[in-house]
């Protein structure tokens, strides 16, 4: 089992739809996460930190399950330019950071 | 823009031979990562530098090697180096401590390395 799961997609969705990712995550003893979106051939950008109690930023919802072992990220009322690869983030013991493969999203007009 | 700096931006090698990445921190960060991410696939952990000394290492064998200056600039370097190193290598800096976990790195644009 690969320590942090995404489903790679791509999700090819209509502007103005919701869209939803999961991230699964092998450790437990994990102690942050994060999701980071990645533009084609540009570096991973900070997207939000991702936090037990749900933390919401715009059109943007990121939820952690700690019993479950999975984090999610919810993108309400898509534009154009959301369309990138989202990739989930775990940081576990001794600083080891894990992404996960991304997430591929297309907003279509 | 991140402040991150990395160079060069891209290089061609040859099997066998050996390489040397660079990346400048963003003003202020103590701690620098680096990761390889091959076409398709996510960034994948390959050590990380914090005050100088490597703490935290990822999946790689030992002729991927780093150092870290006093002004917190990092250097990765690649030895014998094989076709499946062709890659991006992205630095990435960040603020850490003891205390703070969730702290956010930012990336560099990275060093597209190909190997032939």
């Known amino acids: 089992r690969k320590e942090v799961e995404q489903d790679p997609g791509p999700f090819n969705v209509p502007e103005g739809a919701t869209v939803a990712f999961n991230c699964t995550y092998s450790?437990?003893?994990?102690?942050?996460f994060f999701w980071y979106r990645q533009d084609c051939r540009k570096e991973p950008k900070l997207l939000m930190s991702?936090?037990?109690s749900g933390n919401e930023d715009g059109r943007f919802t990121a939820q952690l399950n700690r019993a479950s072992q999975y984090i999610s990220l919810l993108i309400r009322d898509s534009k154009l330019s959301d369309s990138a690869t989202y990739l989930c983030?775990?940081?576990?013991?001794?600083?080891?950071?894990?992404f996960g493969t991304g997430t591929k999203l297309q907003v279509i007009p | 823009e991140t402040g991150v700096t990395q160079s060069p931006t891209h290089l061609i090698k040859t099997r066998g031979q050996q390489v040397t990445l660079r990346c400048s921190s963003q003003?202020?960060?103590?701690?620098v990562s680096w990761y390889q991410q091959a076409l398709g696939q996510g960034p994948q952990f390959i050590f990380q530098?914090?005050?100088?000394?490597?703490?935290g290492r990822g999946n790689f064998p030992p002729r991927f090697s780093g150092l870290q200056f006093p002004n917190y600039s990092s250097e990765l370097n690649v030895n014998a180096l094989e076709l499946d190193d062709s890659a991006l290598y992205l630095c990435?800096?960040?603020?850490?401590?003891?205390?703070?976990?969730?702290?956010?790195?930012?990336f560099g644009q990275g060093t597209r390395l190909t190997v032939v």
């Open positions: 990435a800096s960040s603020l850490d401590s003891a205390q703070v976990i969730n702290t956010e790195a930012f």
């Open positions: 450790n437990s003893a994990s102690q942050s």
């Open positions: 991702v936090y037990s």
């Open positions: 983030v775990v940081r576990g013991g001794y600083q080891k950071v894990t």
């Open positions: 003003s202020g960060h103590n701690t």
């Open positions: 530098y914090y005050r100088e000394e490597e703490n």
